[in-house]
């Protein structure tokens, strides 16, 4: 039995805080996204799995709809088009007292008119007289309404404004700016450890020292170059594969250092033994540290990515914001400004952008977590 | 045929010289133990041989062909490593498989040796096993085993048993004794302890600071070591060493003052009147006596009993005198203990340069 102490209790409750600062707004993004965008607008997410008293105004249909039947001229139809799963509990025909009557009472208009208003949203008007007005009157209902999720919001966002679109251009710009990284630190990273050469330690330094440049500090001049560069080959100086080499170079020092640390914990022992073996560094490096590398490589590749698709500033100033080229986040703050108001459409857009990353984070977090704790425990 | 010729090798580690000037020649088929105490260079030379050190100066041959540029792999050398340095995400098959895949031999030549590697070593059931699920015994074989299958000229052993318990370590030296016999290869064996320097080699080459101490048959060394340090090294328990004063010397003996008495050592030695010198003496050349003729006495503060013999600790100056007794030995801690030293066994040793005088 594992002894319980305050640390313990401290260590536990703290997981538990975490967990739950980081499941719930994420859960409550999910609901809203799902939500009908009419309901998003004046209830909060965690109402919408118990039935809720909304008040709401109908019109009645107008004289076209009436029958003769006997001495009565009735109207009969039904408040809601379209099969709305409310249930009508109490109703009324002014704006003063809107909850006057009970379901299945009979209402009094002004103009000596009689409705009847039923649970399903079913009426009866009744009228001596020959309806007049083309309109029909106002009823005022107080409705039970169950819980109801929809799709139409991702309907919406991915196909008519774009974010589809941006989705897929995101994907083609981290799936590429992940894997050269690490493909190309991979290799320097296992020189950096195993092999000699001059200058060695002080390349390692440089990496390393390049890790505190902030990268707004480079955009710029990399801009020029790529400017320059387009304008000598006549291409565009945005591209696809100038923000994969962008990505790459921005990512290269601290995927480089992460690597380094990870394989200098490989025992040196068992890369002598290859040697001696027979095995050349690229026998060794293909046969013995990348099979044994995996989970660092895996959470290094979570990093990046995560890094590469939560991105902003780099995307912006590398790809134009024409339709085939704009990345998720530009287009979200794009979304941000022109539909501020569409909730619907923002925290739809929001969770369409996060799924990539908790796919890639939940499908890999088991090496994500042996790769972080890689070489505290003895194998 | 593959010998090994050392010759003026040196090497630094930035400016500590750890590999001073450094000669030797291994012979075919022998085992050679380099035995020395931590830091003193005997696995940066193995390294050295095996190839995964730079060489300074001097040079290797292997088979009188010099091999100082050669990478590890065309020295037709294997090794065995303390840490075992098996490749984890590999099956132990292919574990001892790997360097004759590098080679590109053909599949049946692989299965081929690897078997009669693995039956050697007794780990044929083991060969789809991870290393992990293997214990440190048997990681060793495997290690071993990696090493058999390649066919090299010359083995080199880095330490292979330290690692293991002492109950597997001595298990594995005989194992080890059985291998050479059956494989009649050069074996360079590097190790700290003197016991496995001692039973495994029929050759010793007994390193300090990076030079030759003393280099010899297991026995010769015991017997005659020609310097203090050796002297130290070689024996458990080691040798009582017990400061003299050198008095006298004639062709047949020599009168020295330890232990507040005079002793005649029945040997010619050389050195000055009056001048300090170490009287050497092993633990089984005290004898306890009950005769008044005894050189020494003192009291027992320490009684080791092993069962098959007994250490008594005895004190002179609160250094240690380690007396061997029989293992049925009544005596008790406190008791006075009568001694008398096998004075042919013994040795002098001059205590300026440590060097051997008789």
Same mark, same amino acid.
């Given at each position: ?237 945005? /591209?696809?594969?100038?923000? &994969?080499?962008?990505? *790459?170079?921005?990512?290269?020092? +601290?995927? @480089?250092?992460? %690597?380094?640390? $990870? ?74 400004? /022109?539909?501020?108001?569409? &909730?619907?459409?923002? *925290?739809?857009?929001?969770?369409? +952008?996060? @799924?990539?990353? %908790?796919?890639? $984070? ?18 | ?358």
């Amino acid at each position: 039995m594992k002894k319980i102490t305050f640390t313990s209790v401290l260590s536990q409750l703290l997981l538990l805080f975490f967990v739950v600062a980081w499941i719930v707004p994420t859960f409550g993004l999910f609901i809203s996204s799902l939500r009908d965008k009419d309901v998003l607008a004046i209830s909060g997410w965690w109402t919408s799995f118990t039935t809720t008293e909304i008040n709401e105004i109908y019109r009645t249909e107008g004289k076209d709809a009436q029958i003769k039947d006997g001495n009565y001229y009735f109207i009969k139809s039904n408040l809601f088009d379209g099969g709305q799963e409310k249930e009508i509990f109490r109703f009324g025909v002014t704006s003063k007292n809107i909850d006057e009557y009970e379901v299945g009472e009979t209402a009094l208009f002004k103009d000596q008119t009689e409705i009847t208003v039923f649970e399903n949203g079913d009426y009866v008007w009744k009228s001596k007289e020959e309806f007049k007005k083309k309109k029909g009157k106002r009823i005022f209902v107080s409705a039970k309404s169950p819980p109801s999720f929809t799709l139409d919001n991702y309907k919406e966002v991915l196909l008519k404004e774009g974010l589809g679109q941006a989705f897929l251009n995101t994907l083609a710009v981290a799936l590429p700016a992940t894997l050269i990284p690490l493909i190309i630190c991979s290799y320097f990273a296992y020189a950096l450890t195993w092999m000699k050469f001059y200058g060695r330690d002080i390349l390692l330094a440089t990496i390393i020292a390049s890790l505190v440049v902030p990268l707004q500090m480079c955009l710029i001049p990399v801009l020029t170059i790529y400017n320059d560069f387009g304008a000598l080959f006549g291409v565009s100086a945005k /591209s696809f594969p100038g923000i &994969w080499m962008a990505h *790459t170079g921005f990512g290269l020092a +601290s995927t @480089t250092f992460l %690597l380094w640390n $990870f394989l200098k914990t490989l025992p040196s022992e068992m890369i002598e033994a290859a040697r001696v073996d027979g095995a050349t560094h690229y026998d060794t490096f293909i046969k013995i540290v990348v099979p044994l590398s995996i989970p660092s490589f895996a959470s290094i590749f979570i990093l990046q990515f995560l890094w590469v698709w939560n991105d902003l500033l780099v995307g912006l100033v590398f790809l134009d914001k024409h339709p085939s080229e704009i990345i998720l986040t530009a287009k979200l703050k794009e979304l941000l400004g /022109s539909r501020g108001e569409n &909730w619907e459409i923002l *925290t739809t857009g929001a969770f369409v +952008s996060m @799924t990539v990353p %908790l796919f890639i $984070f939940f499908s890999l977090q088991r090496y994500f977590i042996r790769g972080l704790v890689a070489g505290s425990i003895k194998g | 045929m593959s010998s090994i010729n050392i010759k003026s090798l040196n090497k630094y580690y930035g400016k500590t010289h750890v590999i001073k000037d450094f000669s030797l020649d291994i012979k075919d088929q022998s085992f050679t133990t380099l035995v020395g105490p931590s830091g003193c260079g005997k696995s940066t030379l193995l390294r050295m041989i095996a190839g995964l050190e730079e060489i300074n100066s001097g040079t290797i041959s292997i088979d009188d062909r010099e091999v100082n540029d050669l990478s590890p792999k065309d020295r037709n050398i294997a090794m065995v490593f303390q840490s075992y340095a098996l490749y984890p995400h590999m099956t132990v098959f292919d574990n001892m498989a790997f360097g004759l895949k590098l080679e590109k031999r053909s599949k049946e030549e692989i299965n081929e040796r690897v078997l009669e590697a693995a039956k050697t070593l007794q780990i044929q059931d083991y060969l789809e096993r991870k290393p992990k699920q293997l214990s440190g015994g048997q990681r060793q074989r495997v290690a071993i085993g990696r090493a058999i299958t390649r066919k090299p000229q010359v083995f080199l052993f880095d330490e292979p048993l330290s690692n293991l318990d002492a109950a597997l370590r001595v298990q594995m030296r005989i194992e080890l004794a059985k291998l050479h016999e059956q494989l009649n290869t050069t074996m360079v064996y590097v190790t700290h302890d003197q016991t496995e320097a001692m039973t495994l080699s029929n050759e010793i080459v007994v390193l300090d600071q990076g030079e030759i101490s003393q280099q010899g048959d297991p026995i010769e060394l015991y017997n005659k070591p020609s310097n203090l340090f050796v002297a130290g090294f070689i024996g458990s328990p080691k040798m009582n060493f017990i400061p003299a004063q050198y008095k006298s010397s004639s062709s047949e003996s020599t009168e020295v003052d330890a232990l507040g008495t005079n002793l005649i050592l029945p040997k010619k030695t050389t050195s000055q009147s009056d001048e300090k010198v170490t009287f050497g003496i092993r633990p089984e050349d005290i004898h306890i006596t009950a005769e008044s003729d005894h050189d020494w006495e003192s009291k027992a503060f320490v009684v080791e009993k092993l069962g098959s013999n007994t250490f008594i600790y005895l004190e002179h100056d609160n250094e240690p005198v380690v007396v061997e007794a029989p293992g049925d030995s009544p005596v008790k801690v406190g008791d006075t203990i009568k001694v008398k030293f096998d004075l042919d066994r013994s040795n002098l040793f001059n205590s300026q340069n440590t060097n051997i005088i008789g």
